[in-house]
Structure formats: structure tokens, C-alpha cells
């Protein structure tokens, strides 16, 4: 195929977000090697969009790795997670210490950093130089309007964090904020 959509679904969804990138690398390596795919795009969902971010952090421009062209980063929890105290959030693993946020408690200062720095956030902090500069990166975030200015699990600071990360390191870097209730996504249809 021309432009093939993959999706990866990773179906332990509690290995973290350092296993994902991990995970991430090897699926590249082999679209580079066997199916000769010189360039992609990413598009992830929550712990997805923060793998995605990881794993570009990680790699960069490798040479035995697709050149990444754009990101789609939806409801990633860069600088935390709220702990919402629910039965399935991780009490074990290594997950369990990124539920550490909660609504209306950090804020981003002036510069675009954000106030409090959750364990996540610093190792993305320590890599940040090696996000690939011809990326072009769309980032959004969701507000439910109900006064924790979140989307319920991520609150909007945590996600705009990663504006500091990437602004002046990527070629293009746009948020963009859904507001009002969640979508009923398990009766919708994508079509591509």
C-alpha cells in the first residue's frame, strides 16, 4: 500500500509508557527495514500520545528508523494523571506512581513550564533536544467545563506541558482544546 494505516493496540495495558516506546521501536525498525517506510505520522490516544512522544524523544532521527513527519497527540498525560482513587487504576507495576495529579492543583508558570514536575515529565525533560525538528505536532486536549479543567483523567496542564517540551523544537507546534461531555466512542465508527 501507498499510505498504509497500523494500528497497535497493546493489549497489556499496564507496561508503561517506557515499554510502549520500546514496543513502538521495534514495529519501526521492521516497517524500515522489510517494508522500506521512510517516513510516518503517528496519531495517539492518551498513554499512546505520550509513548509517541517518548519514543521520538528516544530515537530522534535514527537512521535505522522512519524520519516521523507528524504527530496527533490526543489527551497525553505528560505531567500526570488524576487519581481518581478508581478500582482500575494500578496499585503495582509501573504505572501505578503516574496517577499523581489531581484537578486545579499545578498550573503552567509564564515561560510554559509547568509549576509542580511529576517523574514522568522530567525524563521527557531529559530528552527533549532529541525530538525530530522536522516534526509538526497537533496537540489535543480536552475540558469537561466542570471546574476541574480536565477531560476527567488528564487534566489541560498536564497536556499543555508538553508545549515547553516542543515549542521551539519542532518546525510546527499547535494545541487545540475540546470542551463540554465526553463522546460515547464506543458506538462510533472511523472511517478511512
Excluded at 122 to 133: G, V
Aim: net charge positive.
Amino acid at each position: 500500500m501507498r499510505n498504509p494505516i497500523i494500528m497497535l493496540q497493546f493489549d497489556n495495558n499496564r507496561a508503561g509508557e517506557v515499554q510502549y516506546a520500546h514496543w513502538i521501536t521495534k514495529v519501526c525498525k521492521l516497517l524500515k527495514s522489510k517494508y522500506h517506510v521512510n517516513n510516518l505520522n503517528f496519531v495517539g490516544h492518551s498513554m499512546g500520545a505520550y509513548a509517541a512522544v517518548y519514543y521520538n524523544m528516544l530515537n530522534g532521527n535514527r537512521s535505522d528508523l522512519p524520519r516521523t513527519q507528524k504527530l496527533c497527540l490526543i489527551a497525553g498525560p505528560y505531567d500526570g494523571i488524576i487519581n481518581n482513587h478508581k478500582a482500575n487504576q494500578p496499585t503495582t507495576g509501573p504505572l501505578k506512581t503516574l496517577w499523581d495529579d489531581m484537578p486545579n492543583q499545578n498550573r503552567l508558570l509564564a515561560d510554559g513550564r509547568p509549576k509542580i514536575i511529576h517523574p514522568e515529565y522530567k525524563l521527557l525533560y531529559r530528552l527533549r533536544n532529541n525530538f525530530p525538528h522536522q516534526a509538526r505536532v497537533l496537540n489535543i486536549f480536552g475540558n469537561l467545563g466542570d471546574g476541574s479543567n480536565s477531560d476527567g483523567v488528564v487534566t489541560a496542564t498536564s497536556d499543555l506541558s508538553l508545549g515547553y517540551l516542543l515549542r521551539d523544537k519542532v518546525s510546527f507546534y499547535q494545541t487545540f482544546e475540546t470542551s463540554g461531555l465526553k463522546p460515547n466512542i464506543h458506538n462510533s465508527t472511523i472511517i478511512t
